[in-house]
């Protein structure tokens, strides 16, 4: 007989049809009434399938008291109440590695695109002002210093890419790392002191709420840029705003939003910002291997068997 799956939101399609094919799943974003769904549930519900901004409270978590595992689709976990499920003792597993590499790239990509002015260029072309003239000069990134704010899988993987962009790579997080030679700084205003680049790596949730504060934006200055590919709570968004209309941020590489897909308007008509649908990890592999991971901590926990990447 097949077990039976809670699915919180919606998923990549090939993940989707696999879990529907090995479990009897409820599709609870589908739900006309969430809570009469889920008291139809309650008494047997024992596994979950999370993704993306549709995670789990506790609020959900009291309502199905069998819960002993959620199987999250995505590297962070800032939608689930992780204290809440350890309380609970809930297992939550991630999927952490298969999506870095992916994640990296597009943090160096909005870097070198804001900094060499990418998509400006491409609507300068467009648009045919190129037979008017040639575009405003923009600035390089060679020999600049990249600061990385977290330095865990993914700030890694950007540290060695900077590398070989010939930058200098320093980094900021709550602890040094002792197997990393790179400069470290316990303080993200004194790191954006030191930075040309300033590339927010972090997990999200409460304890990185602002981390990228006013006063490390203005620490990085009228010149310089600010990527974010990790959430949009990490920045000081309204902060940030302003101080690029003001011109006392020099651009923005932005793959994440406080309120997705909700993006400030006023970023719109700058040309020194380039904004991204939060598709760090968006691509057909990097997603076929992040649902691989959410199967196989499935098919773990069913089979009594420890989870492949356990987050808690
Ligand atoms: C992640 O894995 O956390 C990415 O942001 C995709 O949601």
């Known amino acids: ?59 959900t978590m009291a309502k199905l008291p069998k819960l002993k595992m959620i199987s999250h689709f995505g590297v962070g976990v800032d939608s689930i109440d992780v204290d809440a499920a350890k309380r609970r ?44 003239g040639p575009m405003p000069l923009a600035e390089s990134v060679q020999g600049k210093t990249l600061g990385i704010v977290g330095m865990g899988r993914i700030g890694r993987a950007i540290a060695r890419r900077g590398e070989a962009f010939n930058l200098e790579i320093a980094y900021q997080g709550p602890n040094r790392k002792t ?49 974010n590919i990790s959430r949009g709570t990490v920045i000081d968004e309204p902060a940030m705003v302003e101080l690029l209309k003001a011109g006392k941020l020099g651009g923005a590489g932005l793959d994440v939003f406080v309120d997705e897909p909700r993006v400030p308007e006023a970023l719109f008509a700058m040309d020194n910002v380039v904004l991204q649908p939060h598709v760090g990890s968006a691509t057909h592999p990097t997603r076929e291997a992040m649902g691989q991971l959410q199967i196989d901590n499935l098919a773990a926990y069913f089979a009594g068997k420890p989870l492949v990447t356990r987050y808690c």
Not at 4 to 21: N, R, S, W
């Open 89 to 132: 003792g809930i297992m939550v597993s991630n999927t952490p590695d298969v999506l870095t590499d992916d994640v990296a790239d597009i943090a160096i990509g909005l870097m070198i695109a804001a900094a060499r002015r990418l998509v400006a260029g491409d609507r300068y072309v467009r648009e045919g002002r190129w037979l008017k």
């Open 179 to 227: 197997d990393v030679s790179w400069r470290y700084f316990a303080d993200p205003v004194a790191l954006a002191k030191e930075s040309d680049f300033l590339v927010a790596a972090c997990p999200g949730g409460e304890s990185t709420r602002g981390l990228v504060s006013r006063a490390v934006l203005e620490a990085l200055g009228p010149k310089w840029i600010v990527v």
């Open 1 to 59: 007989m097949k077990r039976e799956l809670l699915m919180v939101g919606p998923m990549y399609p090939k993940t989707l049809d696999v879990l529907d094919a090995t479990y009897t799943t409820h599709k609870l974003w589908l739900a006309p009434d969430r809570d009469a769904f889920l008291a139809s549930l309650a008494d047997r519900i024992d596994a979950a399938a999370t993704s993306g901004t549709k995670g789990m409270d506790d609020a």
